[in-house]
């Protein structure tokens, strides 16, 4: 397995290798597998909660009542209620333009068999299905963690890249993030580490860097 200083100097690497732009460019994670055969389903799609982000995920909660208004003042990016989920279900273009607006959904309990009739058949295929939260559970530590976290998913694929941050965070960070995220991945894989190939780094316009896997 990478070490995390080894981690940390591909990033550095990957940054001084990226031309200066008019824009903040984001870093990214890239893993490639092997001996994986994606044909008999293989698939990742899992909640990383990261130790240092430099932005806040968009989080929609969907509940009414206590919950909607608890979320509202937790500041969730939107809150929708049973009522409004069902005018999405009458224009799906408007419902595929509301859930790419959105990283996480959080659903009260009560109203998860609506939101199943209304967007499931939407949410499913993009892996966002909302997470249940008990209608008396503390919305709030909720929105927290998924405003913390990032989703990584991979389908009939054997590779996948993940943003761990942006080139403004300094290089232990994203290399905390990074390695939050490989670990997640390498449990997931039939044969862990084994199962990977190459893990690099690079930036939005940059070039890749490579990484040689060495035990920790």
Do not use: H, W
């Not at 981690?7 to 984001?26: D, L, P």
């Not at 905390?176 to 670990?183: C, E, F, G």
């Not at 580490?193 to 990484?211: L, P, Q, S, W």
Request: proline content about 4%; glycine content about 6%.
């Amino acid at each position: 397995m990478i070490k995390e200083s080894q981690m940390q100097e591909m990033i550095q690497e990957a940054k001084e290798a990226t031309k200066k732009r008019n824009f903040v460019q984001s870093m990214e994670l890239i893993v490639v597998f092997k001996d994986i055969d994606v044909k008999k389903g293989f698939q990742i799609n899992e909640v990383v909660q990261l130790p240092q982000t430099s932005s806040d995920a968009a989080v929609c909660v969907l509940a009414g009542g206590d919950m909607g208004t608890k979320a509202r003042e937790a500041k969730a990016a939107a809150v929708v209620d049973a009522d409004e989920l069902g005018k999405l279900a009458t224009d799906k273009r408007a419902a595929r333009k509301f859930i790419n607006k959105y990283d996480f959904f959080l659903a009260d309990t009560q109203i998860m068999p609506t939101v199943g009739k209304s967007l499931g058949q939407l949410l499913g295929p993009r892996g966002k299905m909302p997470t249940p939260v008990p209608f008396n559970a503390p919305i709030e530590t909720f929105l927290q963690r998924f405003k913390k976290s990032i989703r990584v998913r991979v389908r009939g694929s054997l590779s996948i890249s993940s943003k761990i941050g942006d080139q403004e965070m300094d290089d232990s960070s994203l290399a905390a993030n990074a390695m939050v995220i490989l670990r997640t991945i390498e449990k997931r894989l039939p044969n862990g580490e084994k199962n990977i190939r190459d893990v690099m780094i690079k930036a939005t316009m940059g070039g890749i860097i490579k990484g040689a896997k060495r035990n920790a």
